[in-house]
């Protein structure tokens, strides 16, 4: 139903800075983010943001990176700054969308992205 195109990874040095951008087919009214998932390690989220601007934020990264959504392009950023190494990992772009039937029937789907691979050198 919704497809989540991300774009922005790539290759940093220690202290650096990426931006990160995912595109969404659809509007989306509840939650966009970012969760970030290491080779051998489980996938963790790194922020998210209501439609309304409400933000939530991995104490690891909170003060480093800012998430930011422009509804009106169904899109999400996400500034890294001074990155660490410890910040390498695939990053996927999230959202979840509720729907509400015909038949007053809630309902709420998630939906992520392919992932972009944000590698941070020592």
């Known amino acids: 139903q919704v497809q989540l195109v991300e774009s922005g990874g790539g290759l940093a040095q220690t202290g650096g800075s990426l931006r990160l951008s995912c595109v969404a087919s659809?509007?989306?009214?509840?939650?966009m983010g970012w969760f970030r998932q290491a080779p051998g390690k489980q996938r963790e989220l790194v922020a998210t943001?209501?439609?309304?601007?409400?933000?939530n934020y991995a104490d690891g990264v909170k003060g480093r990176f800012t998430i930011s959504r422009d509804n009106a392009k169904n899109s999400v950023s996400l500034q890294m700054n001074s990155l660490k190494p410890d910040d390498t990992a695939v990053y996927y772009c999230?959202?979840?969308?509720?729907?509400?039937?015909?038949?007053?029937?809630?309902?709420?789907?998630?939906?992520w992205g392919q992932g972009t691979q944000v590698t941070v050198s020592s």
């Open positions: 659809r509007s989306i009214n509840s939650l």
């Open positions: 999230y959202a979840r969308v509720i729907t509400i039937s015909t038949s007053d029937i809630v309902d709420s789907k998630d939906y």
């Open positions: 943001q209501t439609s309304a601007g409400y933000t």
